[in-house]
């Protein structure tokens, strides 16, 4: 067993990290957040020059086959400079479903450009009713000649309003929750009968939902077999909570360094907060709440790639859990050890404590996961 | 012990009923049921409503326009308007500076700012907090300098809550610098209007405007607008934290807020079924409910041990620590209960006005704003380390 990077993970990790940090001071930040698309598009560039948008893909692709660790060491960073980019959408899981389900023509057409970050995918799988359950889809996709007609609502598409593809999960057969049935399709946002809502999100991005109002789409539209999609989908957000959950490490990281700095700087009664004892065992605890993530996310990140299992969907569900509860905790804790100052939008704090809570509401939140853990537990 | 209502009380609370089912506008309850952003014009239209009806100032003496309730009665008040959609009451003006004025100012003083106060004609706000004196409010530094009829003021406060709204400033200043901290605090009405004071706002991280910086540079104040004696001011302003402290358990709050909850919960859906129906969620508003009966009794307990309609001591600190614990509890499952959509920020829906399609739920947009900003319960009116500091102090003698 062995926990550090080796020197391709490592160098990987500091390119990124050299990378945000010339590139993402925290004013940049709010102007990236105030564009149309709110993020930048020049930054999203530099990703994809650096090949860090293929950083998953097989080496055809330009990328180098990158694993859970190495998805891991890039969103870590990105999650420090609190980066708006839709890199876990666009690559990590519309990359993912296209590579697991696209047959050679439709990674040819889509998944080249999405390494080569020219072209950037959006996710389309939650629905106004499915709470954070992807497999309770009422979208219908209808056999219609040689394609298909869709018709439904999809919820809190997060890079939806620019993006140059959408994956959108239908049902072609079975009931709502059943995971037969459920059928994947790639599609142009500019076709006919798509309706977007676009609005700001409240950690700073962008996004939208989407209404199918007779999406008239071909075959070629179809990602795997009809009505098969359900466990690719499970399996390939299973690979987005991982990366998610390395995010949220980054911005935890980040935040306790700020909270502590503020400590041991901000002065009431004559010392430093950071004498008092109540706020020393809070730090304390946001440490080990930091690390407990730390090391989900570690062992998210080890099975992020492996073949699906009871025991993949254990480590996920409970990734996901304490990044959430953790989140919280340090989210939380952080401002109150701010006091007002944590509260305000002008300092730097208050955005990784919005994104830390927002994170517990993307692919399922705590209570989500714990319901699923439990109800994976082996009786020894 | 008897813990029903009296006959009088019952009367009293369907008094009270009576006068909101006629008297409270109903657009002015829906945007406070359903969160939506309230203006100045509303807080002003329904103080109006209700000085009409002598109700405004529960804290006064009658000779001042006034109202004595019991604690009880204060209590039915409360619970009788947040349930009915009742707009939280301002406090800088009625609940904070009205009690000090009237029990330290001057005959000419009580004359001119209280009868202004009921009329909503003066807009109140808070000048206590400095970037450098928050839970160590003795350590102040805005000065005040006598010279001749005036005080010559300068420095800056901070927090300043609707100061954007605000006519008068109730201020801490240093007014000697030669004694104790404590000491060398004066307590100054300030007409905001005064030449040298400049407003500006603070964004919160739910992108609100509540808060204000206040910039004093040479402000000329008349000496006649020093409250009580001249380095005085700490005695003061801690009499008046005390009366902040009473209102800030929010037990009537958060049952409104509780109330919105189950209502939502039993709209949105989870696996086909009302998310009310879900075992998991169901027991955490259990719990969160079953905590919040237990400090209403806590409430009411602390109340009624106060004679003659006083402010309670130390116990309610222990309310506000309690109370404001419960308050952020709830606004954390409202936006659980809304999943994803808690992640937008559709802005134009927090508008009483907005008339179009509701992006998820008609009450949705403000949750996580609204939970957001409500942190602020747990650091402000003396933050709750400090509270329980003052617990451990005062009751348990540590
Ligand atoms: C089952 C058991 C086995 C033990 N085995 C051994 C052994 O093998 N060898 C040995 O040498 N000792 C042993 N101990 C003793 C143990 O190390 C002491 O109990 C321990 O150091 C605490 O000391 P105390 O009991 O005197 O409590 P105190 O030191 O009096 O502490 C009382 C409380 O005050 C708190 N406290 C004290 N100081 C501070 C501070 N500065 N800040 C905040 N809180 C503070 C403590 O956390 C505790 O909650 C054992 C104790 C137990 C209960
Ligand atoms: C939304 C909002 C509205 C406000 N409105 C007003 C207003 O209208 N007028 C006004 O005057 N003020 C207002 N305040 C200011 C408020 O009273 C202060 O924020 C509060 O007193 C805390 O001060 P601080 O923010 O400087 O935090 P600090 O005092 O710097 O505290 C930082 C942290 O240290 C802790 N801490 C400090 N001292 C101790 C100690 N001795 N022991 C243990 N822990 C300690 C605190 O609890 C907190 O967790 C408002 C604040 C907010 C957030």
Redesign the interface.
């Known amino acids: 067993m062995d926990f550090r990077l080796n020197e391709e993970q490592q160098m990987l990790q500091d390119t990124v990290a050299r990378l945000v940090r010339g590139e993402y001071s925290f004013e940049k930040r709010l102007e990236f957040s105030e564009t149309d698309a709110g993020f930048s598009e020049a930054f999203w560039t530099q990703l994809s020059e650096l090949g860090l948008t293929a950083v998953p893909f097989a080496e055809e692709l330009g990328g180098f086959g990158g694993g859970g660790v190495e998805v891991q060491s890039v969103m870590t960073e990105l999650g420090r400079g609190l980066c708006l980019e839709p890199y876990m959408q666009s690559v990590i899981l519309g990359g993912g479903l296209i590579d697991h389900a696209g047959n050679d023509s439709q990674k040819e057409r889509w998944l080249t450009g999405i390494a080569s970050g020219e072209l950037k995918a959006a996710v389309a799988l939650q629905e106004p009713q499915s709470f954070y359950n992807l497999k309770d889809v009422a979208t219908r996709a209808e056999k219609s000649g040689d394609g298909y007609v869709l018709n439904g609502r999809k919820a809190v598409v997060i890079g939806g309003h620019c993006a140059d593809l959408i994956l959108v999960s239908a049902r072609t057969s079975g009931d709502s929750r059943d995971t037969d049935g459920i059928s994947l399709f790639a599609l142009s946002p500019e076709l006919a009968g798509v309706e977007r809502r676009t609005y700001p999100t409240i950690d700073g991005s962008k996004g939208c939902d989407i209404t199918l109002n007779n999406v008239e789409v071909g075959a070629d539209a179809l990602l795997g077999g009809e009505g098969g999609a359900g466990e690719i989908i499970e399996y390939q957000s299973g690979r987005a909570i991982a990366a998610v959950c390395a995010e949220a490490v980054g911005v935890m990281e980040m935040a306790n360094e700020l909270t502590l700095d503020y400590l041991k700087q901000r002065k009431q009664f004559g010392v430093p907060i950071g004498k008092f004892q109540v706020l020393q065992h809070r730090m304390v605890d946001m440490m080990s709440e930091l690390e407990q993530a730390r090391s989900m996310a570690i062992l998210a990140a080890s099975v992020a790639d492996a073949e699906q299992s009871d025991e993949r969907r254990r480590i996920l569900a409970a990734a996901k859990n304490v990044i959430g509860r953790s989140g919280q905790f340090i989210s939380e804790n952080g401002i109150q050890s701010h006091g007002g100052i944590g509260m305000t939008w002008e300092y730097n704090f208050a955005h990784y404590a919005k994104r830390l809570i927002m994170i517990n509401h993307q692919l399922g939140d705590d209570d989500f996961h714990l319901e699923r853990y439990a109800g994976l537990l082996q009786a020894s | 012990m008897n813990m029903n209502y009296t006959a009088e009380e019952l009367a009293f609370r369907n008094e009270v009923r009576a006068f909101l089912d006629e008297k409270l506008p109903a657009d002015i309850a829906a945007k406070v049921k359903g969160f939506r952003r309230l203006t100045k014009d509303d807080h002003l239209r329904w103080q109006k409503i209700l000085n009409a009806q002598g109700w405004y100032a529960t804290h006064w003496p009658e000779e001042y326009g006034g109202v004595k309730w019991t604690p009880v009665q204060k209590h039915i008040w409360d619970e009788e308007s947040c349930r009915y959609g009742v707009p939280r009451s301002i406090p800088f003006g009625v609940n904070m500076v009205a009690p000090v004025i009237i029990k330290f100012g001057n005959e000419e003083q009580k004359q001119r700012y209280l009868p202004r106060i009921l009329s909503g004609e003066d807009w109140w706000c808070q000048g206590y907090?400095e970037p450098?004196a928050?839970?160590?409010l003795a350590?102040l530094k805005t000065r005040a300098v006598r010279e001749g009829d005036h005080y010559i003021v300068n420095g800056q406060k901070?927090?300043t809550t609707l100061g954007q709204h605000a006519n008068m400033i109730f201020c801490l200043v240093r007014t000697n610098t030669e004694v104790k901290a404590q000491e060398g605090i004066s307590f100054l009405l300030i007409d905001m209007d005064t030449p040298g004071i400049t407003v500006r706002p603070?964004?919160?991280?739910?992108?609100e405007h509540e808060?204000n910086e206040v910039f004093f540079e040479d402000v000329k104040v008349p000496v006649e607008n020093l409250v009580g004696e001249e380095d005085k001011g700490w005695t003061y302003a801690k009499f008046l934290l005390t009366y902040e402290r009473t209102g800030l358990a929010g037990i009537g709050m958060s049952k409104a807020a509780l109330s919105h909850l189950k209502q939502l919960a039993s709209r949105?859906?989870?696996?086909?079924r009302p998310?009310i129906e879900d075992p998991?969620?169901s027991q955490?508003i259990a719990k969160v409910e079953i905590d919040l009966t237990a400090a209403a009794i806590s409430n009411l307990r602390i109340i009624a041990s106060v004679e003659g309609g006083g402010v309670p001591g130390a116990e309610s600190s222990m309310l506000k620590v309690k109370g404001t614990e419960i308050r952020q509890s709830i606004n954390?499952l409202a936006?659980?209960a809304i999943?994803?959509?808690?992640?937008?920020?559709?802005?134009e829906e927090l508008d009483y006005e907005y008339d179009g399609d509701f992006?998820?739920d008609e009450n949705a947009a403000p949750l996580?704003?609204q939970?957001?900003?409500n942190?602020?319960l747990?650091?402000?009116g003396g933050?709750?380390?400090i509270q329980?500091n003052i617990v451990s102090k005062m009751i348990l003698g540590l």
């Open positions: 907090s450098g928050g839970s160590d350590s901070t927090w603070i964004i919160t991280l739910d992108g808060v949105r859906i989870k696996n086909g998310l998991s969620f955490r954390d936006r659980r999943g994803p959509y808690a992640i937008p920020f559709v802005e992006l998820s996580t704003a939970y957001f900003n942190r602020k747990s650091i402000f933050s709750n380390e329980k």
